[in-house]
């Protein structure tokens, strides 16, 4: 019970983590983007802090994932 208790504090922290990254990452997105229009048209190698991003939110997806695998087996026992 107790253990249940701090995977469940670890979800929390990690789900806004990983919610933060993601907006983090989108706010280079220009509004042409979100309606469906060109937003430049070429693809660029990701550099700098943008890798860095793109690193930390792959990441923090793998631990949110292997935290809620847990999560539901500590509870189902």
Do not use: C, H, P
Request: charged share 15%.
């Amino acid at each position: 019970m107790e253990l249940e208790k701090y995977f469940d504090i670890a979800l929390i922290i990690t789900s806004a983590a990983l919610i933060v990254s993601v907006i983090l990452q989108n706010k280079g997105i220009s509004l042409g983007g979100l309606t469906g229009s060109d937003a430049g048209g070429v693809f660029t190698q990701r550099r700098g802090i943008e890798k860095t991003l793109f690193w930390i939110t792959a990441v923090l997806s793998g631990l949110f994932l292997i935290l809620t695998i847990t999560t539901v087996f500590i509870s189902e026992s």
